[in-house]
Each structure stands twice: as C-alpha cells, then as structure tokens.
C-alpha cells in the first residue's frame, strides 16, 4: 500500500505541474460540505465515523431571471479494508452530480465513483491519496433561446432561421481526478487538514459542434486547493476556519469561513453552528446551522458584493446542505473515538 502511494504521489504531482487550463465548473459556497467534490482523496477520510452521507442544494441568481442556476449533489462514502497494524484503510464513495440553468435549460449530469488510501503516519498525522472516475452527459434545448439574427426590427421573430447548427444536443464524455490530503492532529483539541486535487485530468472534449481546426473543446484541467481546521476552546465551543481556492484557464475563486460550533445539549447531542464565509470581490455569506446527533443540517446565503448587487439587489444564492455520518465500529486508525475534536466521548 506504501508504494502505491508514493507512486500516486508522484502522479498527482506531475499531473499539477504539466496540464493546461482553458474554463470554469460549478462550485458550492458550503465547500467544507462538499468533500468528494472537493478532493476525491476524501472519499473515506472520516474525522468523527466510519461513513458518511449527504445532500446539497444550491439556487442561484432567482432575483435576476426566470430561470436561476439550480445545482444539485448526493454523495456517500465509507471505510473498508482497515489495517490495524498498518494503520492504514481503504475508503469508497460515491457522487452524483446536477445542474441546471438557463431559458436552454442546460444540463449537466456527472456520476463519479471515488477510491482512496489513508495511512496514519505516526500517532497523529494521516496522509491520503485518492482518484474519481466518473462519467458526465451536458445537454441543451435551443428551442427557449433566441438570437441576434432573429430580431427583425420590433421583437424576436422565432420562425426566422438563425440559430447556430448544432451536431447535438447532448456531449457525453469520461472525466478523470486526482488528489491529495494531509492531516494534522497532535491532541484531541486540535485539527489541521489541507489538500491539493486536479479535476479533469485527462481534458474530455465537451461541445455541440462539429470539431472546427483550432479550435480547443477540450475542458481545462481545474486545479483545487483547500484547508480546514478545528479547535475546541472549551467543552462548549469549537471554532473551524476554512479556506479554499481553484483555478481553472484564467478563471480563479477564493473563499475563506469562519464556523462556530455550540454544544447546546452538553454531550454533544445537538449543537447550534453559525459563522461567516467570504468569496473574494463578490460575496459574503452567513452560515447557520444545527446538529442533532448523526445529522447535520445548514443553511447559507450568498449576500452579492459585486457590482452585480445593482441589479440584483445583493440577493445571490442560497444554499442547503444535509450531512449524515456514523460509525459501525470504533475508529481502528490509532484508538481515538475521533481524529478531530468533538463534543462526545
């Protein structure tokens, strides 16, 4: 397992400093929430369980057209194959992916299968590799959307000729990931967890058209960089900050979150979450929240900073999210109940 890991090291590494970049994908403002999405060597990195599950939903831009940017995911992923001398185990997931916008009601449906290898390295540290395979269809209706040749003076004409000539409406390709996480936990009142993944590794073509010479449909690589952290202050209080970025072509985002975590009940069965994220030059975003036992349910909302808010009255996106994680077993890793602080023992 050793050696598989260091050669997936250095493939992700190598993947990081030789693909090129050319568009942007969707993204969740609850990133923290996101994992397999965010970094595939999450699937089966479980903190505080054996496994895990969960729903986002997220609906963006409703105050300034008809048709809002509507994006969906579920995924799952589990702990298997643990080795209690190696202190190492396998993890699988699941993702599934939704998203819809636009009067040509665009879209997007990906399904990713995501496997990982954990390895604790001492007594408190973890190291991760993992990889997606997925398969993604993108389709289209023209027959909501006009254009410019179809205007005839007073209004659109939609029995004019002048759309563009499709060779389909739909593009179906196989969509490649990788990634890699590290953990830091010294005691049980201190997380560091950071890590690096490249989406669309292997650049799938993804277009209507016919292939035109010189022209590059191929999608760009999407680079992703994220940290969290967490650290209880007392039995009561445990306060995570976040940061994540990605890079993809010559488009970027920056986010950072402040999450506060109250234990409400005082044994960690319900807890009350509230904090605030910010995504640089456009929007800032309060984030509530509440815990009841294995679930956890939040709620966000994207407040625009840009000068978009003079259209849409800084009214951008709200978001859901619902996350379920347990455990079969006590955690094999290195005899923790959990690798980051928690309000139950």
């Known amino acids: 397992m050793m050696r598989f890991l260091r050669y997936g090291i250095l493939s992700v590494l190598f993947v990081c400093m030789s693909a090129n970049t050319n568009a942007q994908d969707l993204h969740f403002s609850q990133f923290m929430n ?3 999405l965010t970094n ?11 496994y895990r599950m969960g729903a986002q939903y997220r609906n963006q831009w409703s105050s300034v ?23 190492g185990w396998i993890g699988l997931g699941g993702l599934l992916l939704r998203d819809v916008a636009g009067a040509g009601v665009l879209t997007s449906t990906k399904a990713y299968g995501a496997v990982a290898y954990h390895q604790m390295l001492g ?19 023209t027959q909501g959307l006009s254009f410019p040749s179809q205007w ?31 953990a830091y936990f010294p005691n049980d009142r201190v997380w560091l ?11 799938p073509r993804e277009s209507f058209f016919a292939s035109t010479g010189g022209v590059d449909n191929r999608l760009s690589v999407r680079y992703n960089g994220f940290f969290n952290s967490s650290f209880k202050l007392n039995d009561r209080v445990i306060l995570s900050p976040s940061a994540y970025y990605t890079l993809q072509a010559r488009a970027s985002q920056i986010m950072g979150s402040l999450i506060g975590r109250y234990n409400a009940s005082g044994d960690g069965a319900t807890e009350l979450l509230a904090g605030i994220g910010y995504r640089h030059r456009e929007s800032i975003i309060p984030i509530v929240g509440i815990g009841l036992n294995e679930l956890v349910f939040t709620f966000s909302y ?23 994680q347990g455990r079969r077993d006590r955690y094999r890793g290195n005899g923790r109940e959990s690798m980051c602080p928690s309000f139950r023992y």
């Open 34 to 36: 996101s994992p397999l």
């Open 40 to 50: 595939p060597a999450n699937a089966g990195f479980i903190p505080d369980g054996d």
């Open 65 to 87: 057209t008809a048709f809002p940017y509507k994006t969906m995911s579920l995924f799952g992923d589990m702990q298997v194959m643990s080795d209690p001398d190696a202190n």
């Open 123 to 141: 007594e408190g540290s973890l190291l991760s590799l993992g990889f997606n395979v997925g398969w993604s269809n993108k389709q289209i209706n």
């Open 152 to 182: 005839n003076g007073q209004f659109f004409d939609v029995h004019q000729t002048g759309a563009p000539v499709l060779l389909t409406n739909q593009s179906n390709y196989l969509d490649l990931q990788t990634g890699l996480n590290y």
């Open 193 to 203: 967890n950071g890590g690096v993944s490249v989406m669309h590794v292997n650049r």
């Open 302 to 324: 994207d407040v625009t900073l840009s000068g978009l808010n003079a259209f849409n009255g800084a009214r951008g996106a709200f978001e859901l999210s619902l996350i379920k």
